[in-house]
């Protein structure tokens, strides 16, 4: 269940996620490539199977940050259960999946529904979910730092008055 849009790289590779399948008992998604050959034939590599404690059910787009990492996010799964912000970086025998944030229920928040970076290689997510704060979603910031990543709450929805709930979309101005 191909369940996102896709993204190109700069060597023209489509890359996307399967809500589900995989070779792993938990049928837990994959996160697939597709190379194009001279004869104009796709051919799929699934690069990265989730198993449950990395991750389940790849739900958000996937982007690239400017060192070539592929960054996206689970809905369930990870190390508390309420998902991840997952990459995949590039190397020499594959791709080396690693979480960026392991969701919780009572802080992060959970249910990633968009991911985006700016020019400064800073992470932004839309929540579905903003943990015990409000549970009408958030957007959060997050920049790298000596030891991982910080993160940085920026709004939490209260889906009150004019205030919306559940974000799906980020995008930059012009």
Not at 70 to 83: D, K, S, V
Not at 91 to 113: D, I, P, R, Y
Request: charged share 10%; glycine share 14%; hydrophobic share 35%.
């Amino acid at each position: 269940y191909p369940a996102t849009g896709l993204v190109i790289d700069s060597k023209g590779r489509l890359f996307g996620t399967t809500s589900s399948g995989g070779d792993s008992a938990c049928n837990c998604g994959t996160v697939f490539m597709l190379t194009a050959s001279s004869s104009g034939q796709w051919t799929e590599t699934v690069i990265h199977t989730f198993t449950g404690p990395d991750g389940e059910i790849p739900m958000t787009n996937l982007t690239f940050d400017s060192h070539g990492n592929l960054f996206g996010a689970t809905t369930i799964g990870g190390a508390y259960a309420y998902g991840n912000l997952f990459m995949l970086s590039p190397t020499s025998s594959g791709w080396k999946e690693s979480a960026v944030l392991n969701f919780t229920k009572n802080t992060t928040g959970s249910g990633a529904s968009s991911l985006l970076f700016d020019s400064a290689g800073n992470l932004y997510a839309s929540l579905l979910s903003a943990g015990n704060i409000a549970n009408c979603g958030a957007v959060i910031q997050l920049m790298r730092a000596s030891s991982g990543w910080k993160e940085n709450k920026l709004h939490i929805f209260t889906g009150k008055g004019s205030d919306g709930c559940y974000p799906n979309s980020l995008r930059f101005d012009a």
